[in-house]
């Protein structure tokens, strides 16, 4: 399953999944919370073991999503700079489509060979419509994974503690525990201040646990 989801994902796609099913998680226990003022840890468990899962599901799906948008939108600039009434014309979509965020990085010359190169791939590349690729499908069930391999831990507290009340406070310590790994890898992989890094996702957590001790979780 590790191999299976790291061929999926990169990186950086694996520690952004990851960081953001935590919070999430965090805050299904203050929504599961609400209004239960009664429930067990079984409940809770089923509770918050659901919002996980159909978190996945949907963030899984999300990712095909924005796939196949990504490569609607790549097949849109081949056809717009083929169809380009001259080449002046197709640079200049090309540079509408890279400037934004490449423009800082290059010098002039740089950004006019790029365009080149651009122009000229498009030029041999066949036009294409969006569509659904195999890839992108396991890639959405890579993310469905990692986010439920992630938040797992998170809900074992109801399973072995009887006590709402103190499953929840340990579900929350367990997360936030993951949040300060979790940044920790991420400052390794991006090259920041692993301290810096790994405690502001931890006080992102702190701050979700006290919403949910706010809401009567």
Same mark, same amino acid.
């Given at each position: %399953?590790?191999?299976? =989801?790291?061929?999926?994902?990169?990186?950086?796609?694996?520690?952004?999944?990851?960081?953001?099913?935590? =919070? %999430?998680?965090?805050?299904?226990?203050?929504?599961?919370?609400?209004?239960?003022? /009664?429930?067990?840890?079984?409940?809770?468990?089923?509770?918050?073991?659901?919002?996980?899962?159909?978190?996945? =599901?949907?963030?899984?799906? %999300?990712?095909?999503?924005?796939?196949?948008? !990504?490569?609607?939108?790549?097949?849109?600039?081949?056809?717009?700079?083929?169809?380009?009434?001259?080449?002046?014309?197709?640079?200049?979509?090309?540079?509408?489509?890279?400037?934004?965020?490449?423009?800082?990085?290059?010098?002039?010359? !740089?950004?006019?060979?790029?365009?080149?190169?651009?122009?000229?791939?498009?030029?041999?590349?066949?036009?294409?419509?969006?569509?659904?690729?195999?890839? /992108?499908?396991?890639?959405?069930?890579?993310?469905?994974?990692?986010?439920?391999?992630?938040?797992?831990?998170?809900?074992?507290?109801?399973?072995?503690?009887?006590?709402?009340?103190?499953?929840?406070?340990?579900?929350? &310590?367990?997360?936030?525990? !993951?949040?300060?790994?979790?940044?920790?890898?991420?400052?390794?992989?991006?090259?920041?201040?692993? &301290?810096?890094?790994?405690?502001?996702?931890?006080?992102?957590?702190?701050?979700?646990?006290?919403?949910? =001790?706010?809401?009567?979780?």
């Amino acid at each position: %399953m590790r191999v299976f =989801i790291q061929r999926y994902l990169d990186p950086a796609g694996r520690l952004g999944e990851v960081v953001f099913g935590l =919070i %999430m998680a965090l805050g299904f226990t203050g929504a599961v919370r609400v209004g239960q003022d /009664d429930a067990n840890s079984r409940a809770l468990f089923i509770g918050i073991l659901g919002c996980n899962v159909a978190w996945a =599901i949907v963030d899984g799906v %999300m990712y095909v999503l924005t796939a196949v948008f !990504e490569n609607g939108r790549k097949a849109r600039l081949v056809r717009d700079v083929r169809a380009a009434a001259s080449e002046t014309a197709a640079l200049r979509i090309i540079g509408k489509e890279f400037d934004d965020w490449l423009g800082p990085l290059l010098a002039a010359d !740089e950004r006019r060979r790029l365009h080149q190169t651009v122009l000229a791939a498009a030029r041999r590349t066949a036009p294409t419509w969006p569509r659904v690729a195999r890839d /992108d499908l396991l890639g959405g069930v890579a993310v469905a994974l990692i986010i439920l391999l992630s938040t797992l831990p998170i809900v074992v507290p109801y399973l072995v503690i009887r006590n709402a009340t103190v499953a929840v406070r340990l579900s929350s &310590l367990v997360a936030l525990i !993951e949040l300060f790994l979790v940044g920790a890898w991420w400052a390794r992989v991006v090259g920041g201040r692993w &301290l810096h890094i790994a405690s502001g996702l931890t006080l992102i957590g702190v701050v979700l646990v006290f919403i949910t =001790i706010a809401l009567g979780g």
